[in-house]
C-alpha cells in the first residue's frame, strides 16, 4: 500500500502539471494578458475564469466527491493555488468555492446543499461574505448585526438590523453569508447563528469604499429590517460560531500566497535586470535575501501542509505562512517598487482599468503600484497579524 | 543665509497657523480633483505670505532663507500634504536661477516668482535612449516624471551642450512650441509631466559647465534636505494619528493600545520619528560645508528617512487596520505622498551608495576627527 502522503504528493505534481498545460492551452489569451500585467477583472472575466477552472473540475477539486468534487487532499489544494498564482492567473474568487460552499455540505440541510451547491460550482450564483462589522474587525465576537425569529402564516423568517463592512465584491454578489446574533446578552460565542441573504432583498444596500488603489473592491453592507426566510439558517441557532472557525481555518490555509510570492519575485529578478548599474550590487544582495526567506516559506509551507495531512501539527502552521507569506510578498512589492524608481510612484488609476500603458516604465508598471498598495491589506483581512501572533502565542506557545 | 533658529519657528508657526485654517484634510479633498492638481487660490496666499520669496535674494525683496527656514516651510508642506509647487519651484527653481541666472535673467524672473505668476520646474530625469541635447540654441530630446512640469510657466532644463560639449542647464518656455507635454498625476495626486523637446528654444542658464555643476549639486542636496524635512511633517503626523487611533479603537473589550506589543511598535515610530528630525537637521546644516562632508550627511539622512518614513507610514497603516488602506482616512494619503517623496531627488539606494562613497573618501577619521 502506497504511503498516502506520498500519493498525495504524486498526485499534486500531476495537478500542477495539468495546471501548466492548462495555461499555455486553454487559458484565454486576453485574461492572461489583464492578470501579467495586473489590471483590473471585472465581474465578467472573473464568472469566465471561475468557469474555466469549474470546467476542469478544479474550482470545487477540494470538495468531496458527493458534491461534485475531487476530494483532493490538502497537499493537492495547496498545490493547487499556488501554481495558479505562480504562473500569474487571477484570483480564485473563494467565497463560493471556498468558504461558504464547505460549510453548506458540511452544516446545511438537504434542501441548502441541493439549491446552492450546483451554483456556487459554476459561479452561477456570486457569493460575497458579511463577517466583518465597524466594532467587530479581528474580534467577530463583538457583532452587533441582529436577526430577529418572526413567526408568521407563511412561515417563520428573520428580521434583520446591522451593518458589515469591508465586504469584498458585495456589489457584484448575488448572495451574503452573514454572522448575526440571534440572541441577546448571552456569551458571545452561543448567540451568533450563519445567515444566508438574497442581496435582492429589500434594506439591502451597498455602498463602495474606496481605497488606495483606486479600484472599488470592498464595500459596506447595509442591512435594514431585511426579511430573510427561517429555511436561510444554516445549521443550528447559536451555532454560527463553530461553522466561522470552520470557514475560518479553510480560508487561513492558502497556497496562493506563495505562488504569488513566487512570481513577484521573478518579476522583481527581470526588472533589476534593467535597473541602473550604479544600485545593481545592492539590488542583488536584497533580491538574494528575499529569495532565501522564499526558500523557508516554500520548504516550511510543504512541510506544514504534510504535518496537518498526518496529524502532526502544532498549531501555528496557517499563521506561519500567511504571516511569513504576506509579509515577504509586501516586501518583494516594495523592491519592485523602489527598482522601478520614478516610474514606481507615476501613476494614472484609470489606466489600470482602461488598459493603456502606464506613463512610465513596463507595460505593468501601474499593476506593480496597484498590487503594493492592495497588499498593504493583506497582513490586516483574513486575520490581521497581530492576530496571528496571538493566536500561535497562545494556542502554541501558551502564553 | 542670515536666518536663526527663532525666525524659522515663527515660520513654521505661522504656516502651521494657514495650513491647519486653509487646508484641512477635506479642504485637501476638493484640490485632489482640480484640474492643476493643487489650488491657485493657496498658491496666491503663500506669495502674499513670503513664502514663495523665501529663496530670493534680500536684494531684490527676498528673504535670503538659509535652510532651517526652508525647512520650517517643507516641515508643515508635509504635515499637511500641501500639493503645490512649493519644491519644484519655489525652492529647486528659484535656487538655480539665484545661483545661476544672469542679472538680465533675475530681473526678468525674480518678480514673477516672488508674486507667483511664474511657476519653474526642473527637468533632469531623462530615458537612456533619448537624452537631451542642444544645438544652435534648440532643444531636442525627452524628459521624464518632471513634478509640476504639467503646470510649469518656465522650464529649467539639463541637456549636453552640442555646441561646446559637457552638460548644462537651460530655460525653456514651453509654451514656445516644439514642447510635447504628456501630463498625469504622481501615486500622491501632484502633477507631473513627461516632455518631447522637438528642437524648442532653449536659454542658456548658468556661465559655464564648471558653474552650472557646482550650483546643480548644491541646489539637488538642498532638494533632498527639504525632501526630508516634507518626510518629517509627515512622518510627526502618522505617529500623532497612529497613537491616537491606538486609544481610541477597541477590539476584545479594550483598546487596543492596551497591548504592550502594539506599545513597543509605537514607541519604535516615535524613536524613528526623532532620529529623522535629528537627521534633518544635521543634514540642513551640513549644507554649507565641504562638498564631500555634505554628501555623506546629505544622502545618509536622505537615505535613512526614505526608510524610516516608509516604515513609519506601513506601520500606520498596518494599525489602523482596513481604514489605513481607504481614500477617507489620511492615513493612504500620508503613505502615498512618502512613497513619491522617496523617490524624487535620488531614492535610498542611489543616496546609500553616495554615502558610502563620501564615507570612503574621507578616510577612516571621519567628519569629527
Redesign the interface.
Known sequence: MTDPITEARQRAEGLKAAIRSFYDGVMPADLKRKSRLHQVLDKDDYVRWMRLLNDQGWAIGHWPKEYGGQAWSLLERFAFEDQLARLGCPWVIPFGVKYVGPVIYAFGSPEQKARFLPRIATTDEFWAQGY?EP?A???L??LRTEAIRVASSEGDHYVVNGQK??TTYAQWADWLFCLVKTARGEQAQKSISFLLIDMRSPGVTVKP?????GYHH?NEVWLENVRVPAENLVGAEGEGWTYAKYLLKNERTAGAIVGMAWHALERLKSLAAEAAP??RD??ETRIGELELRFMALEVASYQAVESMMRGTEHGAEASLIKLRGTELY?HIA?AA??TL????????AAALHAAAPP??GPEDAGGI?KDH??N??A???GG???IQ?NIVAKGVLGL | MNMDLETAAMLRDSAARYAADNYGFLQRHAVLREATGYSTSAWRDYAELGWLALRLPEAHGGLDADPLAVGALMEVVGSRLLMEPVLASAIVGTGLLVKLGSDAQQVALFPGLADGSLRLAFADAEPADSPCRVRGGRLSGRKISVLHGDVADRLIVSALDGDNGGRRLYLVDPAAGETEITRYRLVDGRGAANLHFAGAPAEPLGADTAAVEAALAEVLDEAAVAACAEALGAVRVLVTTTCEYLKIRKQFGRAIGTNQALQHRAVDMFLLQEEVAALTLAAQQALGRPAVERARVVSGAKAYICNAARHVANEAVQMHGGLGVTEELDVSHYFRRLMVNAALFGGRDEHFARFLAAGQKLGAGGMHA
Open positions: 466583518s466594532g474587525g479581528s474580534d465576537a463583538g463592512v469591508w469604499i474606496p481605497t488606495m488603489d470592498v550604479a544600485s545592492r539590488l509586501q516594495e517598487v523602489d524608481g520614478l516610474a514606481g510612484v507615476a501613476w494614472d506613463p512610465l503600484i498598495f492592495y498593504r491589506a497582513t490586516i483581512f490581521a497579524s497581530e501572533r
